[in-house]
């Protein structure tokens, strides 16, 4: 029999189920993987890679020589596996296509966000909006979500193509190993973004970073040509007596003349040294 329930609805089906995976199963005390001579009980979390943001779905596997149920948290979870897990002649055959067809289009999926991640880099660097480094959490976020649903999909595989008990035939083994090979890439794939989107923060960060150095350059250059004008400000306004400037007709004029002269020949120096 193959069958696609869900959770809260095993009960009804405890007949064609081991005693001790039923009891697992009713209690939710099911393990990740368990493998015995007459069957094999695991759980994983269906993460539906191509709608971004939803939850993660409970299912639960249990298959032996006559039997393959699929037990599923929710309604949503069971509904993706309506339309993965086809009936097959044999209960490992089913079970392989189920992960065939949960794992086929992944890559593209994965080329995909890669060339996404690689354009909002191009446009970060050149826009620097908040909107950029929200963006990179998200990204940080869904790939987190990514890595810890291939590396439970590769120890699934790894399991099953062990084989411990030889509960699988030899073409169910080559199949499965794989699938394991399949997952083993699109984990180090994802890893691989992880590192690229680590880099894509620290690069946009650099670039603020350089910016706000300019910005700083500016003002202390804006600060160094004001600051002889204000020593000299101060001066003249002590007012002592015998300041004869304060008495000249063209005072004025030249004390004008000389603050020009000093904020050009500042600018000219850093201008020359290259601080703006």
């Known amino acids: 029999m193959q069958k696609i329930i869900m959770i809260d609805e095993a009960q009804a089906y405890t007949q064609y189920i081991e005693p001790k995976a039923a009891n697992d199963i009713c209690t939710g005390n099911a ?3 368990e493998s015995y001579k007459n069957y094999i009980l695991f759980v994983f979390y269906m993460y539906d890679i191509h709608q971004k943001g939803l939850p993660a779905n409970e299912i639960i596997i249990y298959m032996d020589h006559e039997d393959l149920f699929f037990l ?20 490992e055959k089913s079970l392989w296509e189920f992960f065939q067809n949960l794992l086929k289009h ?4 994965l080329e995909d966000f890669e060339c996404e991640i690689a354009d909002e880099e191009m446009a970060a660097m050149v826009r620097h909006h908040d909107h ?9 976020k869904e790939l987190l979500h990514l890595k810890r649903y291939y590396e439970q999909l590769d120890a699934l595989m790894d399991n099953l193509a062990l084989n411990e008990h030889h509960f699988l035939t030899e073409d169910g083994v ?3 190993s794989i699938l394991a090979n ?19 923060r620290e690069a946009y960060q650099a670039q603020i970073d350089i910016e706000q150095n300019n910005l700083m350059r500016l003002f202390t250059v804006i600060t160094a040509v004001f600051l002889p004008l204000t020593l000299m400000v101060g001066w003249y306004g002590m007012n002592f007596k015998n300041m004869p400037e304060l008495d000249w007709p063209y ?7 000389v603050s020009v002269l000093v904020c050009a020949g500042l600018l000219m120096y850093f201008r020359k040294k290259k601080w703006f």
């Open 31 to 33: 393990q990740t993987f």
């Open 72 to 91: 599923c948290e929710s309604r949503r979870g069971y509904e993706r596996v309506c339309e993965l897990a086809l009936p097959k002649e044999t209960n």
């Open 106 to 109: 992944d890559m593209d999926h």
């Open 132 to 140: 950029d480094i929200r963006k990179i959490i998200a990204y940080r």
């Open 174 to 176: 080559r199949h499965f």
């Open 182 to 200: 399949r997952t083993a890439r699109y984990f180090a794939n994802v890893l691989n973004l992880r590192d690229y989107v680590t880099q894509m």
């Open 251 to 257: 005072a004025y004029p030249i004390f004008l003349g």
